[in-house]
């Protein structure tokens, strides 16, 4: 299922959830009692294997701030939970379906409250939005790097992955929270289309690359070399959105969003 974002910054956005054939299978939205405006980005949605489907980041009103919205499966409970003064900017559902988000603390003025603030940036959260734990201290991220925004997670059956391109840093946990091994990359987020990891433990980015000669978006596919710690670039393609992994089989969306793609890259 490919879910997508409508009117992110309105009272009421909408994720549109379509099949693999493209045909919308659904839409639902976030509940967020005295909510006048809701901001969802890029990343701060997302849904489960079983159909949980969770919403994160900025509601605007009466208690306005940072929130987690959770819809259960069979969409009779909708449970939102305040997590102010930490905002989450990216989302996602680990395989055993726990909740993990990366975001900020705010300080008083509504501002990133800095490296000096003691709090974890990616934290995790069961189906009722109860926080579980917390892993990446902020004072991680020296200076005045802001490491979540246009972040984003990839999972495969055992681990997820936390890609940040603002701090330039890939962050791999198991489940329980663990760290299993950072790595520094090069690649910015105006380079990115996404990423995934399979279960087989092989990393992927989509890069964007130049535009084809009739003005058509393409991109190209990077692999990660564990053992020597560097990215392999492969040939350019058209464009595709790395939306995840299927065991060993990467999912991509066309540049126009409706549709996945299965690609064989073994």
Known sequence: MLPTIEGHSTRAPVLRIYDSLGLEAERIGPHIPGAEGILLMSHGFTRSAISYVAFARTAYGDGAGGFLAIVSRDRTSRPAVRTEPYVPFALTFAPDGTIWAAGLQKDDSGRDAGDSASYFVVQRFDTQGRQLGGAVPRSTFSGPVTPVDTSFFVTSKDRVGWVSPLAHRYIEFALDGKLLASYHFTYSYTDLNGGALCDDETLWMSLRERPGPAGQQQS??????????????GATQPFAYLYGCSETTLIASPASWRSLNWLAVK
């Open 220 to 233: 190209a596919l990077a692999s990660f070399d564990r053992a020597t710690g560097t990215w392999h670039k």
